[in-house]
């Protein structure tokens, strides 16, 4: 019998946050093309938008987004150790975060007079909330069993990353685009074996 697990929806918005951030802000290749880490005004916008959600939008600090950022290259690792399934590497990285980011638990009093369970740093600034948030959201997601839905891009000369929220479990892309470039070059491939390539 297969058993569905999911996040919760708290887990699933900081684990997306982090492949926001991580996608946004890690050098290395996106579907073939470059990617350059952004600087200055265009990391504090990169960062502003990988962390935007309804009801929340924020300017951090260039100063903040600099923070944010260093942390987010160690949370990059965890989703390498992940992909090559090292489990027990991706845990020591997310131990180093938990203690580096002093990640404590909380309960947010939340927009209908509910409470929400929270992580955030020592203060509440910017920076140390969410990285406390990262490190907190990828602990509940290796230790709830769903770390092998995270994972890094299959498609040759893409090293994004990505949170598998499908029922079943089969992503292996960042994208669409990158699942569709793989496709087509496969049926390309096919088609030149067979003698049957389109003209």
Not at 88 to 106: F, I, K
């Amino acid at each position: 019998m297969t058993v569905y697990m999911q996040f919760n929806s708290h887990i699933e918005r900081l684990i997306t946050t982090t492949v926001n951030l991580v996608n946004a802000l890690s050098p290395g290749e996106d579907g073939g093309r470059p990617v350059t880490p952004p600087r200055g005004d265009a990391l504090r916008d990169a960062v502003a938008a990988a962390v935007r959600a309804d009801g929340y939008d924020v300017r951090p600090s260039l100063a903040e987004a600099r923070a944010l950022a260093a942390e987010t290259e160690r949370a990059r690792r965890v989703f390498v150790a992940l992909h090559a399934g090292d489990e027990a590497s991706a845990a020591r990285l997310v131990n180093q975060m938990l203690r580096a980011t002093d990640a404590r638990p909380q309960l947010d009093t939340d927009q209908n007079g509910g409470h929400s369970l929270h992580f955030h740093g020592p203060d509440d600034s910017f920076s140390r909330g969410w990285a406390a948030g990262l490190a907190a959201g990828l602990a509940m997601a290796i230790g709830g069993d769903l770390g092998s839905r995270l994972g890094t891009c299959a498609a040759p000369a893409c090293d994004r990353v990505y949170i598998d929220l499908s029922k079943n479990s089969h992503r292996r892309f960042c994208s669409t685009r990158c699942q569709n470039r793989v496709k087509t070059a496969a049926y390309r491939n096919r088609a030149r074996q067979t003698g049957s390539a389109p003209r």
